[in-house]
């Protein structure tokens, strides 16, 4: 079973950065990809960023230039760097991990952690 443990959240002001960091418990040796997820109050989940194993990454329009994604994979880790805050960032940010083994896609999440941007 597949645990993902995220960190980093927290009450910032705007303008402000933070940087999340999410660690899964195993290694994963099939093509996958880890990233962040987003749920303001009232509103759906929707993607963040990205970053596939091979590398490839993916980002929203509204925090191109402003967050950056990256990955270690000898610690199975994903960051976010969040900069340049601005109060609309405020949610619950989701670490996903999905995988796709013999043409099944699964998708692992986090517990959530709280980021709030506000003065």
């Known amino acids: 079973q597949v645990q993902l443990v995220e960190s980093g959240g927290g009450l910032v002001q705007p303008g402000g950065s933070l940087r999340l960091s999410c660690k899964a418990s195993v290694t994963i040796f099939s093509p996958n990809a880890m990233g962040w997820y987003r749920q303001a109050p009232g509103k759906q989940r929707e993607l963040v960023a990205t970053k596939a194993s091979g590398g490839n990454t993916d980002y929203a329009d509204s925090v191109k230039g402003r967050f950056t994604i990256s990955r270690d994979n000898a610690k199975n880790t994903v960051y976010l760097q969040m900069n340049s805050l601005k109060p609309e960032d405020t949610a619950v940010y989701y670490c996903?991990?999905?995988?796709?083994?013999?043409?099944?896609?699964?998708?692992?999440w986090g517990q959530g952690t709280q980021v709030t941007v506000s003065s």
């Open positions: 996903n991990l999905r995988v796709w083994r013999l043409g099944v896609r699964s998708d692992y």
